[in-house]
């Protein structure tokens, strides 16, 4: 078999923190890996709980495997991985681990063949990504609360709004006539024309979830998300089948399987998550099981860096793109990468647009990840000012230690935003756009 020649030699696994009093656990997980090529890759996994079982199943479990392997092989890799290692998982921790390293070995394989990574999945269809944005934590907030944070979004000029509920899931059905009230407010708010969307966050039981659908089909809502427990998935496909609205699922989905039977339950949306479960390679493969089935794939995504750009890559290369991209609420970790929102608005939609090079906006395109890049180099500063908590390396002699932690309680890179000042802002040319 011919390779490249190129070889995995040193993958490093670390956090970086987004605040100075960020808890390992409310930090971003990443995953470096280093050829000797002189090229490295990076990639972002699932941040939940820090994402520090997916990094840690990474140092001890997988990375040993792939140290001087030709990165290109990254499927047969991650597949291999995946199949040794299931039994840790399938779902959550162990995706999420793959999904970061599959992300870092496209980030490489762009690299060596000097290709943006949506060109090497065949192309752009698109070159301006609309946005909508998606705003948490509505089922704790009044009718009046939830309205002003939404009249805030719409500053953004976003294509959409999504309202999201958060409720908690230990309590189905908490407020149905309020979730339905709010519903009603915010479609007031905004008028009859505009794209909402209701993200019931699993808060319902199949009634109740069938109830708030209806008022919201009345209302003229666009899609209705994840409206019973995620794991109920016949129960998600009733809904769906009962309800006209548009009913979507899938970011607590971590398997092509587990896609392929939303889809046959008849979800007619799917929403897998490129951080969540495999990665571009994961995402690729969602997009045809959908594209087969006649069902709309709208990618998941809420984290403003690594994830956020292999996404975009994806939704750019994406035959069939039915909804804006996910864009999440401001926070500090988005401040420290990305404008929020981004800098376009000048058709009310295109905001994350692959574009001509940064500092050369209009006169020499080039097709480079330079946003990819930005985010890089981002997270590259973060980890190196000593925020980061660099866990683990692993290198060519297959044995992998403990590097000392790096994180500095109570400190923070001078380029990261403190709390309650202006964030820092990148270049409008080099933020959320694709290269
Ligand atoms: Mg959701």
């Not at 009249?151 to 409720?167: C, G, Q, S």
């Not at 692959?354 to 990819?372: H, L, Q």
Request: a positive charge; proline letters at 7%.
């Amino acid at each position: 078999m011919q390779g490249t020649g190129m070889r995995i030699t040193d993958i490093d696994v670390f956090q970086v923190s987004w605040a100075a009093d960020d808890r390992p656990q409310q930090r971003s997980a990443f995953v470096r890996i280093h050829t000797d090529a002189g090229l490295s890759g990076i990639g972002e996994a699932s941040p939940m709980q820090g994402g520090l079982a997916s990094l840690s199943i990474i140092a001890r479990d997988i990375a040993p495997g792939l140290i001087g392997k030709d990165p290109l092989d990254h499927a047969v890799l991650l597949d291999t991985a995946f199949h040794t290692f299931v039994k840790l998982g399938p779902e959550g921790a162990l995706t999420g681990a793959l999904a970061a390293l599959d992300i870092a070995l496209w980030d490489l394989k762009g690299k060596f063949l000097g290709q943006p990574i949506y060109k090497l999945l065949g192309g752009a269809w698109r070159t301006s990504l609309p946005f909508y944005a998606s705003i948490g934590g509505n089922g704790m907030r009044s009718v009046d609360q939830v309205l002003r944070v939404v009249e805030t979004r719409l500053k953004d000029n976003p294509a959409a709004v999504k309202i999201r509920f958060d409720n908690d899931r230990n309590r189905l059905d908490g407020d149905l006539p309020g979730d339905i009230a709010k519903a009603k407010a915010v479609r007031k708010l905004v008028g009859d024309g505009f794209p909402l969307a209701f993200d019931a966050n699993n808060g319902y039981s199949t009634g109740g979830a069938i109830r708030v659908g209806r008022a919201l089909e009345e209302l003229g809502y666009w899609w209705f998300e994840e409206p019973v427990q995620h794991y109920h998935v016949k129960a998600m496909g009733e809904v769906a089948r009962r309800l006209d609205i548009t009913v979507s699922a899938g970011e607590q989905t971590y398997t092509l399987a587990g896609v392929a039977d939303l889809i046959a339950a008849g979800v007619r949306m799917v929403q897998p998550d490129i951080v969540k479960m495999g990665g571009i390679t994961g995402l690729v493969r969602c997009t045809a099981l959908a594209q087969a089935h006649g069902a709309e794939l709208v990618p998941h995504q809420t984290q403003p860096t690594i994830g956020h750009m292999a996404s975009l890559h994806l939704s750019a290369s994406q035959l069939h793109m039915t909804k804006p991209c996910e864009l999440n609420d401001p926070s500090t970790r988005m401040h420290a990468v990305f404008d929020n929102p981004p800098p376009s608005r000048s058709t009310g939609c295109s905001t994350c647009r692959p574009g001509p090079a940064s500092g050369s906006p209009s006169t020499k395109p080039n097709w480079r990840n330079a946003a990819y890049r930005s985010a890089e180099r981002r997270v590259r500063r973060l980890d190196c000012a000593g925020i980061g908590a660099r866990l683990f390396s692993c290198r060519r002699s297959h044995q992998f230690r403990r590097r000392p932690c790096q994180s500095k309680p109570g400190s923070f890179a001078p380029e990261s935003a403190p709390r309650g000042e202006a964030p820092p802002r990148l270049s409008p040319a080099s933020c959320s756009r694709i290269r």
